[in-house]
């Protein structure tokens, strides 16, 4: 397994200018809630109206740095995941796309065109997809009940949305089901300590947000066939006020075990 330990430089710059663009940061005030606290309302908050533009706002920033040469650690980690795949032409599907920035920064890293497909299931961020990538399929969809067959996609990956879904693990078992070779676990918040759920504010709307176990997580998508390959940090140790434990973004690149038997099992040519 490869890792990479990476620090989030001007992560205080990206703070300031969330909150001027957007009046509010895309994460605070975070509580614990349980299992017993959780409500529909906290469940739809990404469906929430308000939050597309808001996050957009915020996006285009990121990208305008990324093409002056200053690329935010979220959009080379990604890009990164995807060139340790070793695909160079892959099929991409992408669950909790958002507006579909992701196929915008990994495109230009890459320095090649992806085979992309969004989905999201916030109706409002797939129509602002559709407005701002209007050559890009966007669906309307949960990440637990994924409208394609198995095997279906070269690449699939989770952008940050197992946090914001109830039933997380069937969340995880869907993104394998239908891979094909590589399952990219992008932006995954870990710790040491149990899983917790708690609720927090995204652009001013309060939402749902779970903080995995990390060995927990990873015990969960090795069970289902697959096989860590590299795990890139994207930040280690950060504390969020009222959370004993350390939160640590992670992004995962598992591979399919079928998918490494069959090259092994290939004659050479």
């Not at 890009?79 to 599907?93: F, Q, S, Y």
């Not at 009940?145 to 990956?157: C, E, G, M």
């Not at 140790?237 to 490494?260: H, P, Q, V």
């Amino acid at each position: 397994m490869q890792q990479r330990l990476c620090s989030l430089p001007g992560l205080g710059l990206l703070r300031s200018i969330k909150r001027r663009l957007t009046g509010a940061p895309a994460s605070e005030h975070y509580r614990l809630i349980g299992t017993t606290g959780l409500t529909t309302r906290l469940v739809d908050g990404w469906k929430d109206e308000t939050i597309p533009f808001k996050q957009r706002q915020i996006v285009n920033v990121e990208l305008a740095q990324m093409r002056a040469g200053q690329a935010p650690l979220v959009f080379q980690v990604a890009a990164e995941a995807m060139h340790l795949t070793g695909c160079r032409n892959p099929t991409v599907l992408e669950i909790g796309c958002s507006s579909g920035y992701y196929s915008d920064a990994i495109e230009y890293l890459l320095g090649r065109k992806v085979r992309y497909v969004g989905l999201d299931y916030s109706l409002p961020l797939v129509q602002l997809g559709r407005a701002t990538y209007p050559q890009i399929p966007f669906l309307n969809g949960d990440a637990t009940r994924l409208p394609f067959a198995d095997a279906t996609w070269d690449v699939v990956i989770s952008g940050c949305v197992l946090l914001h879904v109830p039933d997380w693990q069937a969340a995880a078992a869907e993104t394998v089901r239908v891979a094909q070779d590589w399952c990219i676990f992008h932006r995954t918040p870990v710790g040491n300590g149990p899983t917790t759920l708690m609720a927090k504010l995204a652009y001013g709307v309060e939402v749902m947000e779970w903080l995995f176990n990390e060995s927990e997580f990873v015990e969960l998508i090795r069970r289902h066939g697959c096989t860590l390959t590299s795990a890139l940090s994207i930040t280690t140790g950060s504390r969020i006020e009222g959370i004993t434990d350390n939160l640590s973004l992670i992004t995962y690149l598992f591979r399919k075990e079928s998918c490494a038997s069959a090259q092994t099992a290939s004659p050479a040519t």
